[in-house]
């Protein structure tokens, strides 16, 4: 099983700021099976970044996703209130289980 | 619009069948490429991937519930159904379905179905 450890925990910025997510991989993954989404309070999951890099429909262009092997990464240019959330990364590998990091929590302050 | 919605119980007893049905709009499981997965939130915990249905009607099932998982399709009703057998408290919590689409992103997700095991 591929696990994803993300980190930090929890980041709290302030509007304008820049946020970096890290996500690593337990063992090394194609680009194009790591996603991220993002989960406000009360909603379900959206769908934000998918083979790493490539943004969603309607996905404003402050987010991005880089990375590959076991290290991706998931910046947000230009905090917004509206970012607050949590945000999770996915792998989905050549095989299941199709694991989910523990997510990082995006305060702005 | 693609949209998907839950349905199913909000409490479940213990050893019970836990079955939930998810309905979908805007797109077809007899499409190539599509496919429709479930996934649960257990409070305080990660998401968990569940299983997946495709439009060849092949399945994927998480390995450490496979003997509890079963996920079906109707491709004229739109729905696909996910029944977890022998529920315990540990399955208490909010279950997801969502579009798989050619990219493999789950986008978009239903907006869940709490489940509580007591």
């Not at chain 2, 213990?14 to 049905?21: N, V």
């Not at chain 2, 408290?89 to 709490?114: F, I, S, V």
Request: with cysteine; glycine share 8%; net charge positive.
């Amino acid at each position: 099983e591929i696990v994803l450890t993300q980190s930090p925990g929890t980041l709290s910025l302030s509007p304008g700021d820049r946020a970096t997510l890290s996500c690593r991989a337990s063992q090394s993954i194609s680009p194009t099976s790591l996603f991220w989404y993002q989960q406000k309070p009360g909603q379900a999951p959206r769908l934000l970044i998918y083979s790493a890099s490539s943004r969603a429909t309607g996905i404003p262009d402050r987010f991005s996703g880089s990375g590959s092997g076991t290290d991706f990464t998931l910046t947000i240019s230009r905090l917004e209130a509206e970012d607050s959330a949590l945000y999770y990364c996915q792998q989905y590998g050549n095989s299941p289980p199709y694991t989910f990091g523990q997510g990082t929590k995006l305060e702005i302050k | 619009q693609v949209t998907l919605k839950e349905s199913g119980p909000a409490l479940v007893k213990p050893a019970q069948t836990l079955t939930l049905t998810c309905t979908f709009s805007g797109f077809s499981l007899s499409t190539p490429g599509v496919g429709v997965s479930w996934m649960r939130h257990p409070p305080g915990k990660a998401l968990e991937w569940l299983a997946h249905i495709r439009w060849d009607d092949a399945k994927v099932y998480t390995p450490s519930l496979r003997s509890r998982l079963t996920i079906s399709k109707d491709t004229y009703r739109s729905e696909v159904v996910l029944t977890l057998a022998l529920m315990t408290p540990e399955d208490t919590a909010t279950y997801y379905c969502a579009r798989m689409g050619p990219n493999k992103g789950l986008d978009p997700w239903g907006q869940g179905n709490p489940v509580t095991v007591s």
